[in-house]
């Protein structure tokens, strides 16, 4: 099972950034997959959560509206769409196999939301 997740960055307040995680190893499109993040100094949040079939979401209230996960089954693709960025986005994102983030994680991708 691998996980390698990109598209993280430096980005001001109120900008976008879209995450990328490409995974190998195992049937992708049969697994629920969960984006999670740990901020400087804090415990792991749970962010996103998506089924195999990418039509069944859920979110954390922190994130509600401003964040969208998608998957691409075909190219074994998870996806984080990030819009209206907070400071307090700020935070190594891991996407996991499984609900919760609870599976095997990636090694992350830094963001950072500052002016």
């Known amino acids: 099972v691998q996980l390698v997740e990109s598209g993280g960055g430096l980005v001001q307040p109120g900008g976008s950034l879209r995450l990328s995680c490409a995974a190998s190893?195992?049937?992708?499109?049969?697994?629920?997959m969960s984006w999670v993040r740990q901020a400087p100094g804090k415990g792991l949040e749970w962010v996103s959560d998506i089924n195999g079939g990418g039509d069944t979401t859920y979110y954390a209230d922190s994130v509600k509206g401003r964040f969208t996960i998608s998957r691409d089954n075909a190219n074994h693709t998870l996806y984080l769409q990030m819009n209206r960025l907070k400071p307090e986005d700020t935070a190594l994102y891991y996407c996991?196999?499984?609900?919760?983030?609870?599976?095997?994680r990636g090694q992350g991708t830094q963001v950072t939301v500052s002016s």
């Open positions: 996991a196999r499984g609900l919760g983030g609870v599976g095997v």
């Open positions: 190893g195992f049937t992708f499109s049969i697994y629920s």
